[in-house]
């Protein structure tokens, strides 16, 4: 059974940092395309940045790019989500998602919903002023 199970969430005041974990199993991980999502209070689910398994190649919503580093580690089915610098605007519910098509597209405005099969839990963001 594949499960996504994500950790760190909590909070953070501005300009502060948060590491998030995305434990994946049940699935072939390296041909997955991870994604990390998230959903702000009164608003649609956004794509936050993508990590080829196979490859490592990230990809970045230009709102996080500059900020946030998606990484992982193969040998652990793990994928992590950096936040740095963070602003008010970061905080809400953030989704590990995996989409079993290969390599990530290369542009992350490409990257849909439609393809993920499967998705994490959620865990919750805070960043206060």
């Known amino acids: 059974q594949a499960q996504l199970v994500e950790s760190g969430g909590g909070a953070a005041q501005a300009g502060g940092n948060l590491t998030l974990s995305c434990a994946a199993s049940?699935?072939?991980?390296?041909?997955?395309?991870m994604a990390w999502f998230r959903q702000a209070p009164g608003k649609e689910r956004e794509v936050v940045g993508t990590?080829?398994?196979?490859?490592?190649?990230?990809t970045y919503a230009d709102a996080v790019k500059g900020r946030f580093t998606i990484s992982q580690d193969r040998a652990k089915n793990t994928v992590y989500l950096e936040m740095n610098s963070l602003k008010v605007e970061d905080r809400g519910t953030y989704y590990c998602?995996?989409?079993?098509?290969?390599?990530?597209?290369?542009?992350?405005?490409?990257?849909?919903?439609?393809?993920?099969?499967?998705w994490g839990q959620g865990t919750q963001v805070t960043v206060s002023s």
């Open positions: 998602a995996a989409a079993l098509v290969g390599r990530c597209p290369a542009m992350i405005t490409d990257f849909r919903e439609n393809v993920v099969h499967y």
């Open positions: 049940g699935f072939f991980y390296i041909g997955a395309c």
């Open positions: 990590i080829s398994a196979q490859n490592q190649r990230t």
